[in-house]
T-cell receptor, first 113, second 115 residues
Framework: DSGVTQTPKHLITATGQRVTLRCSPR?????VYWYQQSLDQGLQFLIQ???????AKGNILERFSAQQFPDLHSELNLSSLELGDSALYFC????????????FGPGTRLTVT | AQSVTQLGSHVSVSEGALVLLRCNYS??????LFWYVQYPNQGLQLLLK??????LVKGINGFEAEFKKSETSFHLTKPSAHMSDAAEYFC?????????????FGTGTRLKVLA
């Protein structure tokens, strides 16, 4: 158990809909990262937050957005969903500073039908 | 810009044989290097990491990796493969880019262990 929790574990929705994925980092971790993993594109970094502020952006679509709240949990919002958005979405957290590993949650499997 | 290259998206070894998964990185500053493992339907878990000091790093489950600056490599090895090692392995680099430390993951290598 990494200490990172993600809800829900599974999500099935229709094209055009909007969903919210939730992540609670390990106690004490200020950084949260979001990743998308699919068979055709592998593990893709989406976005990082540090203590409530956006720190780095990766291959995140404009239809996607995220935020980190004062209690440090984070939410990833996916809107106008397309079939190609079906994937595993991982959240990871880390301690502040360099050389620190990321701790991954179990993921949310999103299926868009 | 930093990058990570994992040679071989799929590697098969026999049980008991040497495991060698290759990772090369590109970074303009000394990097921090990691190997993660992902078992089916799970998140990634840290196997080992290199930050500073000894270049041979030992991790969990009998894995180790050696940082070779001259070759810009961080290959993962295990002397004797077990069936339970079948998983996907990711190399990652964390280094300073434009004033921010960023993580870059490789594309992963899926290890298959043959009985």
């Amino acid at each position: 158990d990494s200490g990172v929790t993600q809800t829900p574990k599974h999500l099935i929705t229709a094209t055009g809909q909007r969903v919210t994925l939730r992540c609670s980092p390990r106690s004490g971790d200020l950084s949260v990262y979001w990743y998308q993993q699919s068979l055709d594109q592998g593990l893709q970094f989406l976005i990082q937050y540090y203590n409530g502020e956006e720190r780095a952006k990766g291959n995140i679509l404009e239809r996607f957005s995220a935020q980190q709240f004062p209690d440090l949990h984070s939410e990833l919002n996916l809107s106008s969903l397309e079939l190609g958005d079906s994937a595993l979405y991982f959240c990871a957290s880390s301690v502040v500073g360099t050389g620190n590993e990321q701790y991954f949650g179990p993921g949310t499997r999103l299926t868009v039908t | 810009a930093q990058s990570v290259t994992q040679l071989g998206s799929h590697v098969s070894v026999s049980e008991g044989a040497l495991v060698l998964l290759r990772c090369n990185y590109s970074s303009s500053v000394p990097p921090y290097l990691f190997w993660y493992v992902q078992y089916p339907n799970q998140g990634l878990q840290l196997l080992l990491k290199y930050t500073t000091g000894a270049t041979l790093v030992k991790g969990i489950n009998g894995f180790e990796a050696e940082f070779k600056k001259s070759e810009t490599s961080f290959h993962l090895t295990k002397p004797s493969a077990h069936m339970s090692d079948a998983a996907e392995y990711f190399c990652a680099v964390n280094s300073l880019t434009s004033g921010t430390y960023k993580y870059i993951f490789g594309t992963g290598t899926r290890l298959k262990v043959l009985a």
